[in-house]
Structures are given as C-alpha cells and as structure tokens.
C-alpha cells in the first residue's frame, strides 16, 4: 500500500509543497483569533473563501483564511476547511459554508473576498455560471451579504506558479495551517503535484491565496475584523 498508494501518515517523498511540515500547523479552537501565530494584537485582518468546484463527486471544497497584508509583512492562516462528502447540490454546499463561517463566529457578512473556479462540477444551469448559482444560494440563506465569487485566475503555468507561491510563503512562515483544516493539511502533505484526490484543497487555497502572498502582488487595504 505504501508502494502503490503513499498510504502513510507522513509528508509525501515528492510532495510539491516541500516546506509543509507541522511546524506549519498551528492549535486554535475556532474562533480564538488571539491564537493565530505571529499575529500581532490588533491586527487588520481580512477574510476569505476560497472554493474549487470540483468535476468528480466529492471534490466540492472550500477554505476559509484570514490574513493581514502591509509593507513590511504578510501572513496568511487558513482556518478551515469543507470537502464534500459525496454527490452534494449547489444548496448543500451553501449551508457548509455558512456553518464553517459560524464556527469561527463569522457570517458571510464578514467575507472580504471570494474566488470561485469557472468549472461547473455538474452544478451550473445552462444561464448561469456555477459562481453565480453559489452567490443565490448563500444569499438566499439569509445570513449576511456575501460579496460577489469573482473567478479564478487560470491559465498556462498557473499550477505550477500558485505552487511555488504557497511553498515559497510557508517556507519564510508566512503562512500557517489550523489544525482543525484536516483536508488542507492532508492535501499539502501529499500532493505531488498531479490531478489526484488532493489537488481541489491545493486549487481552493491557491486561488484565494496567490494574490496575497505573492510578492510581486499589489498591496490590498486590510480592514479590521477583531480587536
């Protein structure tokens, strides 16, 4: 099984993401936003989702993060994380959302931003894209005005950059791990970098993730979400 599945609790030997280690994951129970490490009390913070509509049942997922971003230092915290379970409507994926959110004492009020893939996952009508069905279902849950999916950036290199992005910012510990995200850590402990049950976390994290760790990125306006 080691041989042919890498069925073993440890890193990958080739996992893409090198610098993931579990110095990388931080404790912190849901909503304890003091705990984030290297977080400074006070912090402007900004919220995020980050979703990958996967094609293949069960590859519908969602991260949640949180991250401050100034001159002189970045640093991200994915906090959670919803997989789904099997063969899941647009509607039940919503109401996972949302309960990620409520967990850490948010509602969708408090999202900043959100990434969607342009992939449909069987999910999209025939007049709208499966960002847009996501935008009425949460927003027919009623819990706080969301701000509009915008897509993914994709296209030739992407993978590999977003990658190299991610590895880069948990090897200068800019970015850490809750380790109630099992998904997340799962998949950065595993991926090699093939289109395998773990690539749709790695996507999610990645989409929402790049333009803020990036270091060539532009700066973006923080604004405070705890005290």
């Not at 915290?77 to 309960?99: F, N």
């Not at 850490?176 to 395998?196: K, L, N, T, Y």
Request: hydrophobic content about 45%.
């Amino acid at each position: 099984a080691q041989r042919r599945d890498a069925a073993w609790e440890g890193p990958a030997p080739d996992r893409r993401l090198a610098c993931f280690d579990d110095s990388r994951v931080f404790r912190a129970r849901p909503g304890a936003w003091e705990a984030l490490p290297d977080c400074p009390p006070g912090a402007e913070l900004r919220i995020g989702l980050g979703a990958d509509h996967g094609e293949l049942t069960g590859r519908e997922a969602w991260v949640l993060a949180a991250w401050t971003r100034t001159a002189a230092w970045t640093a991200a915290w994915i906090l959670d994380c919803y997989e789904s379970p099997g063969r899941t409507t647009v509607g039940d994926d919503a109401h996972a959302v949302v309960a990620m959110l409520s967990r850490w004492g948010l509602d969708l009020g408090a999202v900043d931003e959100a990434v969607g893939d342009v992939n449909s996952a069987g999910k999209s009508s025939r007049m709208r894209s499966v960002n847009e069905e996501f935008e009425a279902a949460l927003r027919r849950l009623g819990v706080g005005r969301a701000p509009p999916i915008r897509s993914a950036v994709k296209g030739p290199g992407s993978v590999a950059h977003g990658a190299h992005v991610l590895d880069d910012a948990l090897g200068r510990g800019a970015l850490w791990v809750c380790e109630g995200a099992d998904p997340v850590i799962r998949a950065f402990r595993r991926w090699s970098g093939r289109d395998d049950e773990h690539k749709h976390v790695v996507d999610a994290s990645r989409y929402l993730l790049v333009p803020v760790l990036d270091r060539t990125a532009a700066l973006a306006a923080p604004r405070i979400v705890r005290g």
